[in-house]
């Protein structure tokens, strides 16, 4: 087939599928978060090679099934870009220089468990999964040297190098230093892995990552030199094949953190976990990927104070949320100290951000500027709105992007029922759940707990023990703001 075939071929496919779901293109971009340029683009056929990206996007918009799925990417695999693709290439960071430093509020249980996960024998994979900010990349970076530290286990973060620099080969040797003793040349031969989009597992969940891209630089003064498993001096980037070569049969823990954006494939990993028989992953990602044997760790929102802890400064000191946000402020203001005058409003603006690490560290940070005032009536209007300061050099994606796309991965049902828990204030019984859904208490339990798992809803237990559940309010405000035929 030559390339206009293949272009026609994909856009027709997509055109076909996105009118069997009743969707219009304005709706299909935003269930898969791209512009609606581009839907009109890709289906006029003009977009010579689509990005495997932006069609995993639009492929669970649609929510394909997996066969539906896998015969759409491959339409827009067979163009002209997506043919000779080269292996990706990889840095070995001994820590992630993108993670905040200071003490983990909140988070002791968390990390615990994780280590224990880590070191239990057979154990060889665990996914930490939360909503974008909830703090997976801090809690998985301490656990790691915890763990690392009491095994005394090879640890290193995968980063994919960043193709707009010049990428040296592994084992070069940059300019002005000297080759390390005993380095090893670069092993010839090609690379079993393949390039970074490979397909995704077929028969994994719709929720199964694609990789979102190289990982931009956050700290580019910082040289990105990695060091290879049990060997010092320099170490350039290289493919996975190579990586897995240096690991071989050695124990070691390798941590993907963000595994949309660290540009590895869900088959890649498990390739290497297949060539590296003593290797255990830690990956950090929006959703499980779906493989055996993979123990998936949700990570839930800091719990928040309840309006009748706002009377008592004693006990409202001791949530986590408060905690870690008085934390922030003091960075900006050593003098602020919580009690009966800011108590209210500080457990209100942790109730705003729902309890997030992340946005309770840009409130705080806003705060040399913004009183905690107007940082609450802003977080009440949009819980999205708070940005990093601009001192900040880490730009993460905009949280609706990754929430957005985390809905639309879900089946149908499940994001019917998450519709109308986000539209109705209140928490939710089980009972409640199911009676909306028109389903019997079973099925509404089991979707429950995939909305729990991807941290879409909170858990609420009441004084009788019973647990109830209610949206996040970045969930609550995202669907007030879409139609009601695009949910």
């Known amino acids: 087939m030559d390339d206009e075939q293949t272009l026609r071929s994909f856009s027709q496919l997509l055109r076909t599928h996105r009118q069997r779901a009743g969707l219009t293109q304005q709706h299909l971009a935003d269930l898969a978060t791209v512009s609606v340029r581009a839907v ?13 990206e932006t069609v995993r996007l639009l492929a669970a918009g649609l929510g394909l099934r997996a066969a539906e799925r896998a015969v759409l990417i491959e339409a827009a695999s067979n163009g002209p870009r997506h043919r000779a693709a080269a292996p990706a290439r990889y840095r070995l960071d001994p820590s992630p220089l993108w993670a ?12 615990a ?14 996914t930490v999964v939360g909503v974008g900010g909830v703090g997976k990349t801090r809690v998985a970076a301490e656990a790691v040297s915890r763990c690392a530290r009491a ?9 994919q190098a960043e193709p707009d620099r010049d990428v040296p080969e592994a084992g070069a040797v940059p300019p002005g230093r000297a080759a390390p003793a005993g380095a090893t040349p670069p092993r010839p031969g090609a ?3 393949g390039p970074p989009h490979g397909r995704l597992v077929p028969d994994g969940p719709a929720g199964a990552f694609a990789p979102r891209g190289p990982l931009a630089s956050v700290h580019p003064h910082v040289p ?10 320099f170490r350039a980037a290289r493919t996975l094949g190579e990586i897995a070569s240096d690991i071989d049969d050695r124990p070691a823990l390798l941590a993907l953190d963000d595994l949309e954006a660290c540009g590895v494939g869900v088959g890649q990993a498990m390739e290497l976990m297949l060539r590296c028989p003593r290797l255990r992953l830690l990956v950090t990602a929006s959703a499980p990927i779906g493989v055996p044997h993979e123990q998936v760790l949700p990570l839930a929102p ?3 104070p309840c309006a009748s802890d706002e009377a008592d400064p004693v006990r409202l000191a001791r949530n986590p949320a408060v905690r870690l946000l008085a934390s922030h402020i003091r960075r900006f203001d050593p003098a602020f100290r919580l009690g009966g005058g800011n108590a209210g409003v500080v457990a209100q603006l942790c109730r705003a951000l729902d309890g997030l690490p992340r946005s309770l560290e840009y409130a705080g940070s806003w705060s040399l500027v913004r009183s905690l005032e107007q940082l609450l009536d802003e977080a009440r209007l949009d819980p999205f709105h708070t940005p990093p300061p601009p001192t900040s050099l880490l730009r993460p994606r905009h949280p609706c992007q990754g929430l957005r796309r985390t809905i639309a991965r879900l089946e149908p049902r499940v ?7 986000a539209r109705r204030a209140g928490a939710w019984s089980i009972g409640e759940a199911a009676a909306r859904a028109g389903l019997d208490e079973r099925e509404a339990t089991s979707m429950l707990h995939t909305l729990v798992t991807l941290g879409l809803l909170r858990t609420v237990t009441e004084s009788g023990g019973e647990r109830r559940f209610v949206a996040l309010r970045q969930v609550q405000h995202l669907y007030a703001a879409l139609p009601a035929a695009v949910c």
């Open 40 to 52: 009109r683009n890709l289906e006029r056929g003009t977009v010579r090679a689509p990005r495997l």
């Open 100 to 111: 905040t430093t200071g003490a983990v509020v909140g988070r002791e249980a968390e990390i």
């Open 113 to 126: 468990t994780l280590v224990e996960l880590l070191g239990l024998p057979g154990q060889r994979l665990v």
């Open 151 to 159: 095994q005394d286990l090879p640890a290193r973060w995968l980063t």
């Open 191 to 193: 690379d079993a892995f």
């Open 224 to 233: 990105r030199e990695a060091l290879a498993f049990g060997e010092d001096g």
């Open 302 to 304: 800091l719990p928040v």
């Open 415 to 421: 994001r019917s029922l998450l519709a109308a828990m």
